[in-house]
């Protein structure tokens, strides 16, 4: 008897399966991401003897300044004021977790708030990969649909589209990574910041 030959599945057919390209995402897109995204965290710890919580609401502040820096050397007047207005609006989340972070870990970061920081990465790595995945296609596809005539319009839309490309997918990226694990008592390492 026998066996029919089916020949092999075609490259593009296994891409166009679900599962396989959900896999590749996954496999070469965001596990990568979310190491790069882990050893920022350590590298962050390392250096500044900070919780890592407090990476993102400092990259988002150093941002917001930057932005802040432009938009006084191209804007005047009226839109300038409306610019410093939402830039002052898009910075009070971040130094209010500033510092409501360094209010409660008086302490420093210990295994109490690594285990707490493991337990909400580990639920946000499962539970929004997908919202992982849509915020870096839109931060890679933003910077291209800012065409607007009016010039304080596209200066805001630019601006507005370097704030979301350069901290929205750190923010998901950062939530969803392995934070570092703490090294209680060991003083051999002082950091080159120290905030309270």
């Not at 805001?156 to 901290?167: D, H, P």
Request: include cysteine; hydrophobic fraction near 45%.
């Amino acid at each position: 008897m026998m066996t029919k030959f089916r020949g092999v599945r075609s490259p593009l057919h296994a891409i166009g399966d679900g599962r396989i390209s959900m896999d590749w995402i996954n496999r070469y897109i965001d596990q990568p991401l979310l190491h790069g995204a882990a050893g920022l965290l350590r590298s962050w710890h390392l250096r500044t003897r900070q919780p890592p919580e407090l990476l993102e609401p400092t990259w988002n502040l150093v941002v917001l300044s930057f932005l802040l820096i432009a938009s006084g050397q191209v804007l005047a007047g009226k839109p300038f004021a409306l610019g410093v207005a939402a830039l002052i609006m898009l910075a009070l989340p971040s130094a209010r977790k500033l510092l409501s972070v360094m209010k409660a870990s008086g302490g420093g970061y210990g295994a109490r708030e690594y285990k707490s920081l493991r337990a909400r990465a580990i639920a946000k790595r499962e539970a929004e990969w997908s919202v992982r995945i849509i915020v870096l296609f839109c931060s890679a596809c933003l910077p291209f649909f800012t065409r607007i005539d009016d010039p304080a319009g596209a200066c805001f839309m630019l601006g507005a589209s370097i704030w979301f490309v350069l901290t929205g997918p750190l923010k998901a990226y950062l939530e969803a990574a392995e934070p570092p694990e703490p090294n209680e008592g060991d003083r051999m390492f002082s950091g080159a910041f120290y905030f309270g």
